[in-house]
């Protein structure tokens, strides 16, 4: 929004300046555009020195903002421009994601040294019927595909929280939501982070999983026991009927305990990899709720403490903000603006931009210097020579008008007043607010030193003013000095013997003029 003062004046006609009636300024906003990327560390315009009068309230009013910028005034001092990087980094917790700590998706005879197992069919023996045995085979069977299955999942569970959720994390705080693209941040509905948000706020399935193994596992050492207390000393047939096993059922025994032992320590690795699953876990449900908390302090900033505006609420709305400079008088305010991450405030997303304000009122008294365009006619007079043959010298003096222009240019400087009646008026300009257009009036009064005459002589003005910032137009009257020819001669008469120079007088003479200069000021 432009400072536009509540009614300007009318021109100067001739020599009268007519004005509208103008109140002070009693703010005044400079508007810095922010970028989208690549330019996104530069404003859309690198804001310059302004003048606001004393007291005024300077706002610095920041557009295209991202839910991500925090932006704040610096110290009131003078502070170069340091060039830094866009957002580069995750919420800071995503570096905790550890690595993936076990070795899974090995099959149980993989974990621990497995002989070779026999090859023979079992014989007819009354264990490889029995009931306790069978039971055995059938959790066996079901905990290995169990097992190779969680090993599996956890497996792809780490690689999901080690890489996939942290890049769509650091992607997501990577985009632009500057300008209308602030309304697509919203982390707790965004389809882009929906394998974020299913790893982070779901239980790990290998951990129900691993339960149940542990269940079945529990069955299979309980059945192997059994099997042992019922089939250690028993062969049947044989007399009398406690007796060593024979090698087959010794042997199935041994695989049997082999099985156990192999899924003790399947277990132990499942466990250990759900561990550092859910270390990661925990994590990622760090990171995810910082990103929320950026989200949730941002709706703040906006809905409750109004520090983020909208321009037109819709959806082609853009977000702003506004920093107040406070108010000053007579001085040179230097400050500096510069945005950081709300999810990161160690890291910018612009890069310090720096503002400088001069509090001074425009002044009722000014001086000026420049030029005045006169319609006074210069006039030089002399001793012109004429051909005159039969003569001692060949020729005749007169007395005549050596020199002569309608209209002179001379240096002038104006001391210029503008009375409290005719107030200034104002307003500003350039795609940034950054440019102001002071339109002032009021009396001139001038003086000036005339070289046209080959004299350096003192001539005047007095008029009124036009001005627009420094420069200022002058329409009035000058007083300039007109030469004549004296002693009683005129133009064209003789000169007499032994006058070597032409006698001449001077007087002041008043003539429409109008002078150009530019305005002593520190704005």
């Known amino acids: ?121 079992p014989p007819p023996e009354p264990m490889f019927s029995d009931p306790v045995y069978l039971r055995f085979q059938t959790f066996s069977s079901g905990f290995d595909a169990d097992t190779n299955g969680i090993v599996s999942g956890q497996k792809s569970d780490q690689g999901n929280l080690d890489n996939t959720a942290p890049k769509a994390l650091l992607d997501y705080l990577k985009a632009d939501y500057r300008g209308t693209n602030w309304q697509s941040f919203d982390p707790e509905s965004d389809s882009k982070l929906a394998v974020v948000r299913g790893l982070a706020l779901n239980s790990l399935l290998s951990i129900g999983k691993a339960a149940n193994a542990q269940a079945m596992l529990d069955q299979m050492t309980a059945l192997a026991a059994d099997l042992h207390k019922r089939f250690d000393l028993f062969t049947a047939g044989t007399t009398p009927p406690l007796a060593r096993p024979t090698p087959a059922v010794r042997d199935e025994l041994f695989i049997i305990d082999k099985k156990v032992a192999e899924g003790k320590a399947s277990m132990a690795v499942i466990a250990d990899n759900n561990t550092t699953l859910k270390a990661s876990q925990v994590a990622l449900k760090a990171a995810y709720a910082s990103l929320k908390k950026v989200h949730d302090d941002f709706m703040i ?124 008026a104002s307003w500003w300009g350039g795609s940034t607010n950054e440019d102001e257009r002071i339109i002032t009036g009021g009396l001139s009064a001038g003086f000036g030193i005339n070289p046209n005459s080959g004299t350096a002589q003192p001539e005047y003005f007095i008029g009124t003013f036009f001005g627009i910032n ?54």
């Not at 929004?1 to 009268?16: D, E, G, Q, T, Y």
């Not at 007083?479 to 070597?500: A, I």
């Open 470 to 523: 420094k420069l200022m137009i002058h329409p009035g009257i000058h007083y300039g000095r007109e030469q004549s020819l004296g002693g009683g001669f005129v133009e064209r008469e003789m000169v007499p013997s032994g006058l070597t120079t032409a006698p001449v007088n001077w007087k002041y003479r008043a003539a429409f003029s109008i002078g150009f200069s530019v305005r002593v000021a520190p704005y």
């Open 1 to 121: 929004m432009s400072l536009v003062r509540k009614c300007p004046f009318m021109a100067i006609i001739a020599s009268v300046c007519l004005f509208g009636i103008v109140e002070p300024a009693t703010s005044a906003q400079l508007t810095v555009v922010l970028q989208k990327t690549p330019n996104d560390m530069e404003p859309l315009k690198e804001p310059t020195r302004i003048r606001v009068d004393d007291r005024a309230s300077v706002t610095v009013h920041i557009v295209n903002l991202s839910p991500l910028d925090l932006c704040s005034l610096g110290a009131r001092t003078s502070t170069p421009t340091v060039e830094v990087n866009p957002i580069e980094s995750l919420v800071g917790t995503i570096a905790a994601l550890g690595a993936f700590g076990a070795g899974g998706g090995a099959k149980m005879s993989d974990v621990v040294s497995s002989s070779v197992r026999f090859a023979a069919p």
């Open 301 to 424: 900033r906006k809905g409750t403490l109004h520090t983020v505006g909208e321009l037109a609420p819709g959806p082609g709305s853009i977000l702003y903000q506004d920093l107040v400079l406070g108010t000053d008088r007579k001085t040179t305010l230097t400050n500096t603006v510069a945005c950081v991450s709300s999810a990161d405030p160690t890291k910018n997303t612009t890069n310090q931009i720096s503002l400088q304000v001069l509090y001074q009122d425009v002044p009722h008294w000014s001086a000026s210097a420049g030029l005045l365009a006169t319609f006074n006619e210069k006039r030089i007079f002399g001793i012109t020579n004429v051909n005159a043959p039969g003569t001692a010298a060949g020729y005749n003096q007169y007395f005549a008008l050596t020199d002569r222009s309608q209209a002179q240019v001379l240096p002038m400087v104006y001391l210029n007043y503008r009375p409290p009646f005719l107030p200034y």
